[in-house]
T-cell receptor, first 112, second 112 residues
Framework: QKEVEQDPGPLSVPEGAIVSLNCTYSNSAFQYFMWYRQYSRKGPELLMYTYSSGNKEDGRFTAQVDKSSKYISLFIRDSQPSDSATYLCAMPSGGSNYKLTFGKGTLLTVNP | EAGVTQFPSHSVIEKGQTVTLRCDPISGHDNLYWYRRVMGKEIKFLLHFVKESKQDESGMPNNRFLAERTGGTYSTLKVQPAELEDSGVYFC??????????FGPGTRLLVL
């Protein structure tokens, strides 16, 4: 079983829609949960991260962690065409805070 | 402030040749990481430097890969001799803390 599972999509939504992106993980020792956004031909860019369980909001983005279900989500409200990108979840693994284990990424397209 | 830069952006070489990838981290970042994404797979951790010291090279695939970080500034990743399975995108990242990693745009390596 992979440590981090993420549906690669693709996901296509109309502008203004609420987008839900999800990952599951198997290692209950994970403490930090990151979401990266990657535009085509660019490197991953850290969007936000949460520590342990709960929600974290930043503008139109909300990250949610449910440690009991080993399930994390990223919600995007009022999605814009500029949000079209690949979204990757990542967690530090191997007992470190730096060795990121990534999901495969979900390709999102927001149509105007 | 300049971000993480990587050179070259693309490299096409033949099997058996040598290739050297370069990464310039954000100024002042002691932590430097290399990751790799092979087509169809997740981004995988290769190694971690703190200044000029290798802290963790547990993700390096084999001894054909050699990473250095002379003087604790830029880093190079040499593949010698290159094999077909080394093709992929090589990302470098840097950070001040361990959690907030800033990624470069990557070097796309194709081994023919």
């Amino acid at each position: 079983q992979k440590e981090v599972e993420q549906d690669p999509g693709p996901l296509s939504v109309p502008e203004g829609a609420i987008v839900s992106l999800n990952c599951t993980y198997s290692n209950s020792a994970f403490q930090y949960f990151m979401w990266y956004r990657q535009y085509s031909r660019k490197g991953p860019e850290l969007l936000m991260y949460t520590y342990s369980s709960g929600n974290k909001e930043d503008g139109r983005f909300t990250a949610q962690v449910d440690k009991s279900s080993k399930y994390i989500s990223l919600f995007i409200r009022d999605s814009q065409p500029s949000d079209s990108a690949t979204y990757l979840c990542a967690m530090p693994s191997g007992g470190s805070n730096y060795k990121l284990t990534f999901g495969k990424g979900t390709l999102l397209t927001v149509n105007p | 402030e300049a971000g993480v830069t990587q050179f070259p952006s693309h490299s096409v070489i033949e099997k058996g040749q040598t290739v050297t990838l370069r990464c310039d981290p954000i100024s002042g970042h002691d932590n430097l990481y290399w990751y790799r994404r092979v087509m169809g797979k997740e981004i995988k951790f290769l190694l971690h430097f703190v200044k000029e010291s290798k802290q963790d090279e547990s993700g390096m695939p084999n001894n054909r890969f050699l990473a250095e970080r002379t003087g604790g500034t830029y880093s190079t990743l040499k593949v010698q001799p290159a094999e077909l399975e080394d093709s992929g995108v090589y990302f470098c990242a840097s950070s001040q803390d361990l959690v907030t990693q800033y990624f470069g745009p990557g070097t796309r390596l194709l081994v023919l």
